[in-house]
């Protein structure tokens, strides 16, 4: 567990207070019909679990396993678990050398929110959410990406990555996320890019994308 870790986890919801206005509807639009087995990337302190647990019905629940490897991250993501949700079955798995340990084939739905910027190798990580979805199973994403080339945005992302990467624990600004989805191997995908609105982000981080890609 590093120093980083600890502030991040700490200072995470707080600091997303602003944002998440902006991404709450975002989010409930794009995490609907999740089946009943769902993997989560870098979950947090659990912002999309409601979205989980909106799938319980009387007789079921929905199996959920996170893979996030920040220790503060899961323990926030626990705590707010036993108060909020305490029906739902959730569990980690292991990350390890980017494979993760969760069978082929398990998952109806993958998601990722705001990780694709800071896993250290994005065509790993997406080979891993192809790997463990089942035929016809949809990885779900809402990432912030680079901006267009040539632009200011495009500028200050490339300058201010390094310094960002310090104070977020590893957040890179100028992925080509879009890209990199493009070439995982999916059937399908449904990518929007929108702008998150002014004030939620600072204007650097504010190009976005999200959708879904079906295997
Ligand atoms: C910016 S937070 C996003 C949290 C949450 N998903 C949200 O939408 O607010 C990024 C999360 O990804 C986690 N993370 C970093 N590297 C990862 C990896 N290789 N695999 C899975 N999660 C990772 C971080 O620990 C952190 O909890």
């Not at 991040?8 to 998440?20: H, K, Q, V």
């Not at 490897?69 to 079955?89: F, G, N, Q, V, W």
């Not at 080339?149 to 490339?158: E, F, V």
Request: net charge neutral; aromatic share 8%; proline share 5%.
């Amino acid at each position: 567990m590093t120093i980083r870790q600890r502030l991040m986890a700490r200072l995470y919801d707080r600091s997303m207070d602003g944002y998440e206005a902006d991404a709450e509807p975002r989010r409930a639009a794009l995490l609907r019909n999740l089946g009943q087995r769902i993997v989560e990337f870098g979950p947090g302190t659990g912002v999309n679990l409601k979205y989980v647990h909106e799938e319980s019905s009387s007789s079921s629940s929905p199996e959920w396993i996170g893979i996030e490897p920040s220790k503060p991250m899961r323990d926030r993501l626990h705590i707010r678990a036993a108060k909020e949700y305490p029906e739902l079955e959730l569990r980690f798995a292991d990350l390890k050398d980017g494979v993760i340990d969760v069978e082929d084939g398990w998952a109806d739905t993958v998601i990722s929110t705001l990780v694709l910027c800071s896993v250290p190798d994005q065509a790993a990580a997406l080979r891993e959410a192809h790997r463990v979805l089942r035929p016809g199973g949809r990885y779900l994403f809402m990432e912030h990406v680079a901006a267009e080339p040539g632009t200011s945005r495009r500028l200050a992302q490339t300058l201010m990555t390094p310094f960002w990467k310090l104070v977020t624990d590893g957040c890179c600004l100028n992925r080509e996320t879009g890209a990199a989805l493009r070439a995982a191997g999916f059937g399908e995908l449904e990518l929007i890019e929108y702008e998150a609105a002014k004030g939620s982000m600072p204007f650097f981080a504010r190009s976005h994308i999200l959708g879904s890609a079906t295997k």
